[in-house]
């Protein structure tokens, strides 16, 4: 099965309380990458969530967070030979009344897609936002407030500085 | 993009065509329960519109026209799969 085919199985699982997040919501907002996992949000609770799956015969278990982490709980599971994983979508800065639906799929608007980029925080995250900073600079003030919001400056200034990225996507 | 008018049918036809993985016309006729010769005519109307492009591909020895959509979002969500298709292949 494709790596589409399953985030539509998983989407599905959810509906209507799930959203795409991760790379498959950065490709469809123009972030060209590889990504080989599923990502989803949703505002259902851990238990709602594994019991949906389970009823699917999908396999997933649930890391719950302690308080010095900021997720709650994290469901990371193999649907057909793709590993996925799914987040509470408050964590994350994700609300899915943003989503919009592209193809009968949910993914987080671009903005919410951001700021749970700078949430997480890494470098594959900045990368993604500053692709996003390059392809659309109309998001350029929101991005700055973000990444100040989120203490992640430093590393999305590198990634702008990156000669790779500026020579695919910039000017 | 410009906005052009589509009928019921022709939106079913291409709603369909941007679900799926490239379909033949046969195919696609069979899975809207439509006759192959309205469908093969609502297909080349996309065409001209440029809402999908066709492709000819030999399947089983027999000549077939397979549809793409050239919506964005579905070419996005194919170039992925192929990106994992070929990380698959690299890893076997």
Redesign the interface.
Known sequence: MSLVAVARKLHGVLQPHGILIGGICGMMHGIERFTRDVDLATDLDAEKVMMLLKNEGIEAETNVGDSFDRLSWVIKGVCDDVEFQILFAKDIGIDLSHGELKLELLIASEEDFITSKCIAGGQQDLHDVAVLMLLKPALKAFIEQQAEQYDCQEKLQAWLYDERLLSRYGN | MTKVKLTRKQRELLARA??Q?PQTIYALANMLGRPYRRVYDHVQQLAVMGLVSLKQKKINNRNATLVISN?I??Q??L???D???A?LELNA
């Open positions: 941007e679900l993985e919506d979002y579905y996005r969500l170039r992925l799969d990106m994992y298709a990380h």
